[in-house]
Antibody
Framework: VQLVESGGGVVQPGGSLRLSCAAS????????MHWVRQAPGKGLQWVAF????????YYVDSVKGRFTISRDNSKNTVFLQMNSLSVEDTAVYYC??????WGQGTLVTVSS | QSVLTQPPSASGTPGQRVTISCSGS????????EYWYQQLPGTAPKLLIY???QRPSGVPDRFSGSKSGTSASLAISGLRPEDEADYYC???????????FGGGTKLTVL
């Protein structure tokens, strides 16, 4: 199982960013996928989940209406579109397969 | 403030047995499976325990999980220096319709 996140970077407050997670080594189309974040020096916070067929999506309250999780099973990729970013969204963002296997994360820094 | 409550720190000497607690409620640990993760410094979390007390392949049997009511525990026996890490519990929460993590416990091997 390999999960490789990309798309992180520095963005100003109020800006947008789209994270991607490329998956390989397993049957992506039958696996639920999560995004979990970790602010610098802080603990883990679950962010979003999407079912294998994309039929159901769940979000932590603090990102509802601002973040959107999606997936492309033809490209074995899951995405996290992040809008209206605030400094509180600064974190390493991990994608995870069923919360079993995790990528190495991509750093998102929201700063003016 | 995390939905699942863990002690911020724990410690032990090599060879000892240590336990880390995770306190939840009827909507998460009380009604769903809990998971435990180990996070070594600068690395991604690694699944240690799932479905209360199952270990993925490759996880030593020194690690074990248990649950009673709305609380869960992770036990590490035969403590080793390489066990020094942060440990997190997690569970699905029916009321929140989302996953919740504990605040994490930093384990120090003295």
């Amino acid at each position: 199982v390999q999960l490789v996140e990309s798309g992180g970077g520095v963005v100003q407050p109020g800006g947008s960013l789209r994270l991607s997670c490329a998956a390989s080594g397993f049957t992506f189309s039958t696996s639920g996928m999560h995004w979990v974040r970790q602010a610098p020096g802080k603990g883990l916070q679950w962010v979003a989940f999407i079912r294998s067929d994309g039929s159901n999506k769940y979000y932590v309250d603090s990102v509802k209406g601002r973040f959107t999780i999606s997936r492309d099973n033809s490209k074995n990729t899951v995405f996290l579109q992040m809008n209206s970013l605030s400094v509180e969204d600064t974190a390493v963002y991990y994608c995870a397969k069923d919360l079993w296997n995790w990528g190495q994360g991509t750093l998102v820094t929201v700063s003016s | 403030q995390s939905v699942l409550t863990q002690p911020p720190s724990a410690s032990g000497t090599p060879g000892q047995r240590v336990t880390i607690s995770c306190s939840g409620s009827s909507s998460n640990i009380g009604s769903n499976n809990e998971y435990w993760y180990q996070q070594l410094p600068g690395t991604a979390p690694k699944l240690l325990i799932y479905r209360n007390n199952q270990r993925p392949s490759g996880v030593p049997d020194r690690f074990s999980g248990s649950k009673s009511g709305t609380s869960a525990s992770l036990a590490i026996s035969g403590l080793r220096p390489e066990d020094e890490a942060d440990y997190y519990c997690a569970a699905w929460d029916d009321s929140l319709s989302g996953w919740v993590f504990g605040g994490g416990t930093k384990l120090t091997v003295l």
